[in-house]
């Protein structure tokens, strides 16, 4: 009998699992059809313009630099999908990483550590100014009922203001009246190793770890399960002895605290420094 529900949840495991990859590939398909029939209205060849595609995007040079850009998609993807599995909507991400990225980037250049121990610092210290950033509008849902949306949304116009004056106050070149427009440029010992010289660093690989832990921590542990659990039906998981608040809490902690990282390909992997003109993809 245990053998045959085990048959049958394995069953239907691998039927959602290709239902959604059937899903993903018909939406690719359509995507391609819809692009061919307005190629074709405006008097261009589809064929030839998927073969551009193809035959530009597989050469080693623009597939690295599709991996590299990429690197921080990732990161914000995993903050984003992380909430939502709650219902929770972290509209903010661009601000918690923007913050992050200013205090990673300054402390950084105020320590001295051996090479593997000051990347994980910048690292540590960026995802706690995400995670710091992100409690405030977890503290004003659980403490007000503010909407995560609303106060997310304002929080990133509060740190954009807020790095604003930061370099205007304290980065300000006295000799010309203008700005330093970056942070001073963290040590060697604090930058990120390349995979592929000038092409690709290793935030990549350390995407692809949360990644990977994102899927663990989601859909293989305790608090994963009680995160799907809140999001899918809130009655029940507070029935079930689910804290809801804390949930919340956590959440969009974890959220603010992978947020973090998308700039973090730039700031140690690229530019080495940040400044308010800087970009996670630059």
Same mark, same amino acid.
């Given at each position: 009998?245990?053998?045959?529900?085990?048959?049958?949840?394995?069953?239907?495991?691998?039927?959602?699992?290709?239902?959604?990859?059937?899903?993903?590939?018909?939406?690719?398909?359509?995507?391609?059809?819809?692009?061919?029939?307005?190629?074709?209205?405006?008097?261009?060849?589809?064929?030839?313009?998927?073969?551009? /595609?193809?035959?530009?995007?597989?050469?080693?040079?623009?597939?690295?630099?599709?991996?590299?850009?990429?690197?921080?998609?990732?990161?914000?993807?995993?903050?984003?999908?992380?909430?939502?599995?709650?219902?929770?909507?972290?509209?903010?991400?661009?601000?918690?990483?923007?913050?992050?990225?200013?205090?990673?980037?300054?402390?950084?250049?105020?320590?001295?550590?051996?090479?593997?121990?000051?990347?994980?610092?910048?690292?540590?210290?960026?995802?706690?100014?995400?995670?710091?950033?992100?409690?405030?509008?977890?503290?004003?849902?659980?403490?007000?009922?503010?909407?995560?949306?609303?106060?997310? /949304?304002?929080?990133?116009?509060?740190?954009?203001?807020?790095?604003?004056?930061?370099?205007?106050?304290?980065?300000?070149?006295?000799?010309?009246?203008?700005?330093?427009?970056?942070?001073?440029?963290?040590?060697?010992?604090?930058?990120?190793?390349?995979?592929?010289?000038?092409?690709?660093?290793?935030?990549?690989?350390?995407?692809?770890?949360?990644?990977?832990?994102?899927?663990?921590?989601?859909?293989?542990?305790?608090?994963?399960?009680?995160?799907?659990?809140?999001?899918?039906?809130?009655?029940?998981?507070?029935?079930?002895?689910?804290?809801?608040?804390?949930?919340?809490?956590?959440?969009?902690?974890?959220?603010?605290?992978?947020?973090?990282?998308?700039?973090?390909?730039?700031?140690?992997?690229?530019?080495?420094?940040?400044?308010?003109?800087?970009?996670?993809?630059?």
């Amino acid at each position: 009998m245990n053998q045959q529900l085990s048959s049958k949840r394995n069953s239907d495991s691998m039927r959602k699992s290709l239902n959604t990859l059937g899903s993903s590939v018909a939406a690719v398909i359509l995507a391609l059809v819809i692009c061919g029939v307005l190629l074709l209205i405006t008097g261009k060849n589809p064929l030839m313009a998927y073969g551009k /595609i193809l035959e530009t995007g597989l050469t080693s040079e623009k597939f690295l630099e599709m991996l590299k850009r990429a690197t921080p998609l990732i990161f914000s993807a995993i903050a984003v999908a992380i909430g939502f599995k709650m219902n929770l909507f972290n509209i903010g991400v661009e601000g918690q990483y923007l913050f992050a990225a200013l205090i990673s980037a300054e402390m950084g250049t105020h320590v001295s550590l051996p090479a593997p121990l000051h990347v994980l610092f910048i690292l540590i210290v960026a995802m706690v100014s995400g995670a710091a950033w992100a409690s405030i509008a977890a503290i004003l849902k659980i403490t007000r009922g503010i909407n995560e949306v609303i106060s997310t /949304i304002m929080l990133n116009y509060i740190a954009l203001s807020f790095i604003q004056w930061i370099f205007e106050t304290f980065f300000r070149d006295d000799s010309d009246g203008g700005l330093n427009v970056k942070t001073t440029e963290i040590a060697p010992s604090g930058r990120m190793p390349d995979l592929v010289h000038d092409r690709l660093n290793g935030m990549f690989i350390v995407a692809l770890f949360v990644a990977f832990l994102y899927w663990i921590i989601v859909f293989r542990s305790r608090f994963g399960f009680q995160l799907r659990a809140s999001g899918l039906n809130p009655i029940a998981a507070r029935t079930a002895g689910i804290p809801a608040k804390r949930m919340i809490l956590f959440a969009l902690l974890l959220s603010g605290a992978v947020a973090g990282l998308v700039a973090m390909p730039s700031v140690i992997g690229d530019v080495y420094a940040y400044g308010p003109s800087s970009t996670p993809t630059q």
